[in-house]
């Protein structure tokens, strides 16, 4: 399995409340992305990451940022979390190459209450 | 970004083929298919990938027309444990700021 760690991996947290999903790798990856999956929705693309400090939004941005200091960690940040934030959140990487395999971390279980 | 189109589910039988069809009409010169299964409460892992013609490793063969606006993943022989989403992935991240997007996944059931 790819070195990949999500953390936390359950989270109950209040409306309004900061949270900050992190994901760190152990396989010097250039690209990282944050996904959410919802029930009748499959996967969307949060937030992804070309390189330190280079990230681009995804398909379901508003109400996320992310940050990437470093190579190996990839942050998710809600600044004021909504209900409509509950839902499983996965943390994904690749390497640079031509058509290369996303791996995936365990996902993290975020219920906004 | 080349959209793809799946079935929603699909029944089959424990011992049958499944054959699962994926269309990416607007796929890219250098995009790749990749196909992904899905269990719940878990990641996504991959399955196969290609870029043409048929490939074939030791749980699936993927199936891919000249025209590349489609593709089908065959499984030999499903078992029950073979019940999961399965996902059709189109793109290609060695473009800086590729941005890769699933679609909705084909739910398979397999009955005894």
């Known amino acids: 399995d790819a070195g990949i760690t999500q953390s936390p991996r359950h989270k109950v947290t209040e409306t309004g409340t900061p949270v900050t999903l992190r994901c760190h790798q152990t396989?010097?990856?250039?690209?990282m992305y944050w996904y959410r999956q919802d029930p009748g929705h499959g996967l969307r693309l949060i937030h992804y990451?070309?390189?330190?400090?280079?990230?681009d939004k995804g398909e379901v941005s508003d109400g996320y940022s992310v940050s990437r200091s470093k190579t190996e960690d990839f942050l998710l940040t809600l600044e004021s979390a909504t209900s409509s934030q509950t839902s499983v959140y996965f943390c994904?990487?690749?390497?640079?190459?031509?058509?290369?395999?996303?791996?995936f971390g365990e996902g993290s279980w975020l219920t906004v209450v | 970004l080349a959209k793809t189109t799946q079935p929603i589910s699909m029944d089959s039988y424990e011992g049958q083929e499944v054959n699962i069809t994926c269309s990416h009409n607007n796929i890219a010169t250098n995009d790749y298919i990749t196909w992904y299964q899905q269990f719940p409460s878990q990641g996504p892992r991959f399955i196969i990938q290609?870029?043409?013609t048929k490939v074939t490793n030791e749980v699936a063969s993927l199936f891919i027309p000249a025209d590349r606006k489609s593709s089908t993943l065959s499984l030999p022989r499903v078992s029950l444990s073979d019940t999961a989403v399965y996902y059709c992935l189109v793109g290609d991240n060695n473009n800086a700021g590729n941005m890769l997007t699933f679609g909705g996944g084909t739910r398979l059931m397999v009955k005894p």
């Open positions: 990451s070309y390189g330190v400090k280079d990230t």
């Open positions: 396989e010097n990856h250039r690209y």
């Open positions: 290609g870029y043409k």
């Open positions: 994904a990487i690749s390497a640079n190459q031509p058509g290369n395999t996303i791996y």
